[in-house]
């Protein structure tokens, strides 16, 4: 089997398991969509769905959230982490939304990037999630799949995401994004994975996931 037949296997293995792969984070809308992927960082998206509704209820759009002071959105967050970090951000791209956005979340990369706190996956995110464009986000679990299966070699996320796009058709990216993520979470998780039961490691995964570490461990001690 090539390489391309191979990832063909792979994006038939999670179109099969996974062919309407619903938005994880709760929404109703582009701005309330990229708080909540602000809030994700190093947070799960369970414990973000929690806190949004919280911070909705006083805030669902740019004009009111800018309106709160950023300790009255840090109280209201702290559960996901990095509140203090967070905070200024959410208040910092409500500003700007309704300083330089006439209150609407620009639809494309440059401006998204500029606001505080987002960076090239949040906004890619957001413009998948929220506006349909292609775009293929690629956090550290995506990373870590991508690198399980040898398609890529990259150090970095930013090598991955070039990478994925290489390889996988530009229609498929949006759901490919969101299925590598339900995968990750069913059946390839970053500790207690077992590759020889896992649908897409059985078969594709590198040489070294079936490598017997403590076999390894205990010849070297010797």
Same mark, same amino acid.
């Given at each position: 089997?090539?390489?391309? +037949?191979?990832?063909?296997?792979?994006?038939?293995? $999670?179109?099969?398991?996974?062919?309407?792969?619903?938005?994880?984070?709760?929404?109703? !809308?582009?701005?309330?969509?990229?708080?909540?992927?602000?809030?994700?960082? =190093?947070?799960?998206? +369970?414990?973000?769905? &929690?806190?949004?509704?919280?911070?909705?209820?006083?805030?669902?759009?740019?004009?009111?959230?800018?309106?709160?002071?950023?300790?009255?959105?840090?109280?209201?967050?702290?559960?996901?982490? %990095?509140?203090?970090?967070?905070?200024?951000?959410?208040?910092? *791209?409500?500003?700007?939304?309704?300083?330089?956005?006439?209150?609407?979340?620009?639809?494309?990369?440059?401006?998204?990037?500029?606001?505080?706190?987002?960076?090239?996956?949040?906004?890619?995110?957001? *413009?998948? =999630?929220?506006?349909?464009?292609?775009?293929?986000?690629? !956090?550290?679990?995506? #990373?870590?799949?991508?690198?399980?299966?040898?398609?890529?070699?990259?150090?970095?996320?930013?090598?991955? +995401?070039?990478?994925?796009?290489? %390889?996988?058709? @530009?229609? !498929?990216?949006?759901? $490919? #994004?969101?299925?590598?993520?339900?995968?990750?979470? @069913?059946?390839?998780?970053?500790?207690? #994975?077992?590759?020889? @039961?896992?649908?897409?490691?059985?078969? #594709?995964?590198?040489?070294?996931?079936?490598?017997? &570490?403590?076999?390894?461990?205990?010849?070297?001690?010797?």
């Amino acid at each position: 089997m090539n390489k391309q +037949e191979k990832v063909q296997d792979i994006v038939k293995t $999670l179109q099969e398991l996974y062919p309407n792969p619903p938005i994880p984070l709760d929404h109703k !809308d582009p701005f309330t969509l990229l708080v909540a992927v602000a809030l994700s960082a =190093q947070c799960t998206d +369970e414990r973000v769905n &929690k806190i949004t509704p919280l911070l909705f209820a006083k805030a669902d759009n740019p004009y009111d959230m800018a309106k709160l002071s950023v300790e009255e959105i840090r109280d209201i967050i702290r559960p996901c982490g %990095l509140s203090p970090m967070k905070s200024k951000g959410i208040h910092g *791209m409500s500003n700007s939304i309704v300083d330089n956005f006439n209150g609407e979340v620009p639809a494309n990369f440059k401006d998204l990037e500029s606001f505080p706190a987002v960076g090239h996956k949040t906004a890619s995110v957001v *413009m998948s =999630q929220a506006f349909g464009v292609p775009a293929f986000p690629v !956090d550290t679990h995506i #990373h870590r799949l991508m690198y399980r299966w040898g398609l890529t070699n990259g150090k970095n996320v930013e090598q991955t +995401e070039k990478d994925a796009k290489r %390889l996988f058709d @530009e229609k !498929d990216w949006n759901d $490919l #994004h969101l299925q590598i993520i339900y995968f990750g979470r @069913e059946y390839c998780s970053a500790q207690r #994975h077992d590759p020889k @039961e896992c649908p897409i490691c059985s078969k #594709h995964g590198r040489k070294t996931l079936f490598v017997d &570490k403590k076999a390894t461990k205990k010849k070297k001690v010797k």
